[in-house]
């Protein structure tokens, strides 16, 4: 049984979904299972990936590691999410952006999560 917000990677194409509404059932791409990527919470890496929660005024600033994570071409973070208040709020990266961003909203706490091209999921509470 998947549950909403799991996130599924295919091994063979790279594919990655998000549940918006749960089922039972097996998540097939490629003919074969999907992989359900569990969130890393704790970094031991010399390159940081837990997102650090910041409350902004009028938000959240989220920072992929104390020290910024690497934004190359061949190791970046793809995306970064926050949950807050009832709502999913994503942002798309791309090689060369900050390993950052910030989001509008009114709640008082948020869960982030990234995901590195190379090392996976990644979550932090504020």
């Known amino acids: 049984m998947t549950?909403?917000?799991?996130v599924y990677r295919c091994n063979v194409c790279g594919n990655i979904v998000e549940v918006l509404h749960p089922a039972v059932g097996t998540l097939v791409c490629c003919g074969k299972p999907m992989e359900l990527l569990t969130e890393n919470?704790?970094?031991a890496s010399k390159e940081k990936h837990v997102p650090v929660v910041t409350k902004v005024n009028g938000g959240?600033?989220?920072?992929v590691?104390?020290?910024?994570?690497?934004?190359?071409e061949k190791?970046?973070?793809e995306w970064i999410e926050l949950q807050a208040g009832g709502q999913v709020l994503r942002q798309h990266?791309?090689?060369?952006?900050a390993p950052e961003a910030v989001f509008a909203t009114a709640a008082s706490t948020a869960t982030a999560r990234a995901y590195c091209n190379l090392h996976g999921h990644w979550q932090s509470n504020n």
């Open 60 to 63: 959240f600033k989220v920072t």
């Open 3 to 6: 549950a909403i917000g799991q």
């Open 41 to 43: 919470t704790v970094d």
């Open 93 to 97: 990266l791309d090689p060369g952006d």
């Open 75 to 77: 190791h970046y973070i």
């Open 65 to 72: 590691g104390s020290v910024p994570h690497p934004m190359e």
